[in-house]
T-cell receptor, first 114, second 115 residues
Framework: GDSVTQMEGPVTLSEEAFLTINCTYTATGYPSLFWYVQYPGEGLQLLLKATKADDKGSNKGFEATYRKETTSFHLEKGSVQVSDSAVYFCALTAGSGNTGKLIFGQGTTLQVKP | NAGVMQNPRHLVRRRGQEARLRCSPMKGHSHVYWYRQLPEEGLKFMVYLQKENIIDESGMPKERFSAEFPKEGPSILRIQQVVRGDSAAYFC?????????????FGPGTRLTVL
């Protein structure tokens, strides 16, 4: 079945460091891909998305490119801030015939130190 | 426009009791999804509902769990005879549609603790 695999955390960085969180997926059809962020004690917020191959999603300095050839959707940010500390989830919705349900990776905790 | 509302935010139950979790979708959204997040894990899909209909319940445990989304009022996730393994955060999300372009908006979650 469809699945998402993320790099294990926690990822600990100093402020202004470069961030990469790897995400790869397995899916039939043509999934849409998402990154969600969860701050402590809160629900998930959509960070960015891409709906077809080679699309780049971007928001708040974060970027991810939908790579069909490598089935990847890695999250990057050039300069992280302490306020970026959170749990990041990669997710997909299935292609044709899907009901819109999201399939999540296990999440990657990011800790940014001043 | 208020976001997705969930209540209660925290719920404590003893083994064998019933838990009822409520979710009010965003205005204009007729699609509701429930997800469960076990400690230190990602979210797992449970059920997808539209008004008065269960569309996909492939992620629901076969026993003790049920969900509804009546014509009027919030969606309800009901867990009968709770066990310690039901302790988790339960998130509801709503969407205006099901295509890949439609964002799901998440509520703050209900954190269920079973003693």
């Amino acid at each position: 079945g469809d699945s998402v695999t993320q790099m294990e955390g926690p990822v600990t960085l100093s402020e202004e460091a470069f961030l990469t969180i790897n995400c790869t997926y397995t899916a039939t059809g043509y999934p849409s891909l998402f990154w969600y962020v969860q701050y402590p004690g809160e629900g998930l917020q959509l960070l960015l998305k891409a709906t077809k191959a080679d699309d780049k999603g971007s928001n708040k300095g974060f970027e991810a490119t939908y790579r069909k050839e490598t089935t990847s959707f890695h999250l990057e940010k050039g300069s992280v801030q302490v306020s970026d500390s959170a749990v990041y989830f990669c997710a997909l919705t299935a292609g044709s015939g899907n009901t819109g349900k999201l399939i999540f990776g296990q999440g990657t905790t990011l800790q940014v130190k001043p | 426009n208020a976001g997705v509302m969930q209540n209660p935010r925290h719920l404590v139950r003893r083994r064998g009791q019933e838990a009822r979790l409520r979710c009010s979708p965003m205005k204009g959204h007729s699609h509701v999804y429930w997800y469960r997040q076990l400690p230190e894990e990602g979210l797992k899909f449970m059920v997808y509902l539209q008004k008065e209909n269960i569309i996909d319940e492939s992620g629901m445990p076969k026993e003790r769990f049920s969900a509804e989304f009546p014509k009027e009022g919030p969606s309800i996730l009901r867990i009968q005879q709770v066990v310690r393994g039901d302790s988790a955060a339960y998130f509801c999300a709503s969407s205006p549609g099901t295509s890949g372009d439609n964002e799901q908006f998440f509520g703050p979650g209900t954190r269920l603790t079973v003693l």
